[in-house]
């Protein structure tokens, strides 16, 4: 299978005709909402659900949609979360905490502000503090390591990220365990909410990209591609993928991996699609991985996992809004990179079908330009045993509508600045 991160081919945008019509006009929807209320929005500064989110996804929308009219809103929300750094007593993690934050102001300067000379010491040095402390930690992308690795790569080749980045791997390759059938990593009990540790009192081998071994998966084999894992760390990689590979089991809806394993029962938990968990973030995991190190056994398995995962009836997939997360959105884009990084023909038109099953379940009464996120709506005032859950306004990158505008407008273009870099789904550049 050719590689089309290196050899360059696909010039073509996933959309045209009447769904790049639909799908333009409803991201410029979007564009126009935020870039209203970028001021008075959120007072959350972070990447997942706040202010740099926002100015993430209106910089982009910006260029991709040839609107610079919205770029000095999202030079506002930049300004914001560079005060709430300040302000606000924040979390490490990539997307509820400063990493993500820095990260966004690294990608904002490099490929929107030039001018903007952000002093990035400060964090840099608690980054790597936090590499040093002792006790149970969270590893993956949202919250832990990996999510502090992905800050790394996009200041690469700078002298304090390739610190960062070594001192990442080197701690996942402290936190890993060997098992018979691979290398994993397991998330102490400490860490899990209480719904989770109900059903894993001894912790649990999580395999959502979001949260779990994928994610390990696709940064090991970035920081391979950019020249910073040695012989251990490609060891390391090559343990990890073949853990991930083993743990592929069938069930009766017709998904092949859980979210999550227990150790001695092996008992499983549900599945989903989406990018967050489920079968079609861990076929993004080993294609990236495959492309990265040139491994095309690694490759073709996820785009067959890939396909297979958007085979499943669709009344056992589970998705229920639109966000990148877990909704229609995120799976079209995550169909849309693995063409963009294969040229699999079979896989660019199921990404235009989930596409249009997004734009098609907009809603017509709540949400931003329809996009609404099913989540608990009373969750901050009883226990989770009373939650009640609905379809509520959310304007944010990872599982709101701002997210789904960048979906939309990256199926107009050839090549999109890499605003999905937090998502684990591109290939950089060799080192």
Same mark, same amino acid.
């Given at each position: 299978?050719?590689?089309?991160?290196?050899?360059?081919?696909?010039?073509?945008?996933?959309?045209?005709?009447?769904?790049?019509?639909?799908?333009?006009?409803?991201?410029?929807?979007?564009?126009?909402?935020?870039?209203?209320?970028?001021?008075?929005?959120?007072?959350?500064?972070?990447?997942?659900?706040?202010?740099?989110?926002?100015?993430?996804?209106?910089?982009?929308?910006?260029?991709?949609?040839?609107?610079?009219?919205?770029?000095?809103?999202?030079?506002?929300?930049?300004?914001?979360?560079?005060?709430?750094?300040?302000?606000?007593?924040?979390?490490?993690?990539?997307?509820?905490?400063?990493?993500?934050?820095?990260?966004?102001?690294?990608?904002?300067?490099?490929?929107?502000?030039?001018?903007?000379?952000?002093?990035?010491?400060?964090?840099?040095?608690?980054?790597?503090?936090?590499?040093?402390?002792?006790?149970?930690?969270?590893?993956?992308?949202?919250?832990?390591?990996?999510?502090?690795?992905?800050?790394?790569?996009?200041?690469?080749?700078?002298?304090?990220?390739?610190?960062?980045?070594?001192?990442?791997?080197?701690?996942?390759?402290?936190?890993?365990?060997?098992?018979?059938?691979?290398?994993?990593?397991?998330?102490?009990?400490?860490?899990?909410?209480?719904?989770?540790?109900?059903?894993?009192?001894?912790?649990?081998?999580?395999?959502?990209?979001?949260?779990?071994?994928?994610?390990?998966?696709?940064?090991?084999?970035?920081?391979?591609?950019?020249?910073?894992? =040695? /012989?251990?760390?490609?060891? $390391?990689? %090559?343990?990890?993928? *073949?853990?991930?590979?083993?743990? !592929?089991?069938? &069930?009766?809806?017709?998904?092949?991996?859980?979210?999550?394993?227990?150790?001695?029962?092996?008992?499983?938990?549900?599945?989903?699609?989406?990018?967050?968990?489920?079968?079609?973030?861990?076929?993004?995991?080993?294609?990236?991985?495959?492309?990265?190190?040139?491994?095309?056994?690694?490759?073709?398995?996820?785009?067959?996992?890939?396909?297979?995962?958007?085979?499943?009836?669709?009344?056992?997939?589970?998705?229920?809004?639109?966000?990148?997360?877990?909704?229609?959105?995120?799976?079209?884009?995550?169909?849309?990179?693995?063409?963009?990084?294969?040229? =699999? /023909?079979?896989?660019?038109? $199921?990404? %235009?079908?989930?596409? *249009?099953?997004?734009?098609?379940? !907009?809603?017509? &009464?709540?949400?931003?330009?329809?996009?609404?996120?099913?989540?608990?709506?009373?969750?901050?005032?009883?226990?989770?045993?009373?939650?009640?859950?609905?379809?509520?306004?959310?304007?944010?990158?990872?599982?709101?509508?701002?997210?789904?505008?960048?979906?939309?407008?990256?199926?107009?273009?050839?090549?999109?600045?890499?605003?999905?870099?937090?998502?684990?789904?591109?290939?950089?550049?060799?080192?």
């Amino acid at each position: 299978m050719t590689l089309n991160h290196l050899s360059g081919e696909l010039s073509t945008s996933l959309l045209g005709g009447d769904g790049a019509i639909l799908a333009r006009q409803s991201a410029e929807q979007v564009g126009e909402v935020l870039s209203e209320a970028s001021r008075s929005r959120s007072s959350d500064p972070s990447l997942a659900d706040g202010r740099i989110g926002t100015s993430i996804v209106l910089a982009n929308l910006a260029r991709m949609l040839e609107r610079a009219d919205w770029f000095d809103a999202a030079r506002a929300d930049m300004a914001y979360a560079v005060q709430g750094l300040s302000e606000y007593r924040l979390r490490t993690g990539l997307f509820p905490g400063f990493a993500g934050i820095a990260w966004s102001i690294a990608h904002l300067e490099r490929e929107f502000f030039p001018d903007e000379e952000f002093d990035y010491d400060e964090i840099d040095s608690a980054l790597l503090q936090c590499l040093t402390m002792d006790g149970p930690r969270h590893y993956d992308l949202i919250s832990g390591w990996v999510g502090l690795g992905v800050y790394a790569l996009e200041r690469w080749p700078h002298a304090r990220a390739q610190e960062l980045l070594h001192g990442v791997v080197s701690r996942l390759h402290r936190g890993s365990e060997v098992a018979k059938d691979g290398i994993t990593w397991k998330t102490d009990p400490a860490l899990l909410p209480p719904h989770q540790l109900k059903g894993a009192p001894r912790g649990y081998y999580n395999l959502g990209l979001a949260h779990g071994v994928p994610g390990v998966v696709s940064l090991l084999a970035q920081a391979h591609r950019v020249g910073a894992l =040695d /012989a251990n760390g490609q060891e $390391l990689l %090559r343990g990890a993928v *073949q853990w991930l590979q083993g743990q !592929r089991k069938l &069930d009766s809806a017709g998904m092949r991996y859980s979210s999550w394993l227990t150790d001695a029962e092996r008992n499983e938990s549900g599945s989903r699609l989406g990018w967050c968990y489920g079968d079609l973030g861990v076929a993004a995991s080993l294609v990236v991985a495959g492309a990265c190190c040139d491994q095309a056994d690694w490759l073709d398995d996820g785009v067959s996992l890939a396909k297979r995962a958007v085979s499943v009836d669709e009344k056992y997939q589970g998705v229920r809004d639109h966000g990148l997360c877990h909704g229609y959105a995120g799976v079209a884009h995550v169909l849309h990179r693995l063409w963009r990084l294969t040229g =699999d /023909a079979e896989l660019a038109p $199921l990404a %235009r079908d989930w596409l *249009q099953l997004t734009l098609d379940r !907009r809603h017509n &009464d709540v949400g931003i330009a329809g996009y609404a996120t099913w989540r608990a709506t009373n969750a901050d005032r009883v226990p989770e045993s009373e939650w009640e859950y609905g379809y509520i306004e959310d304007a944010g990158y990872l599982t709101g509508a701002g997210g789904v505008g960048l979906a939309l407008a990256s199926a107009l273009v050839t090549d999109f600045p890499g605003w999905d870099r937090p998502l684990l789904l591109s290939v950089p550049k060799a080192g």
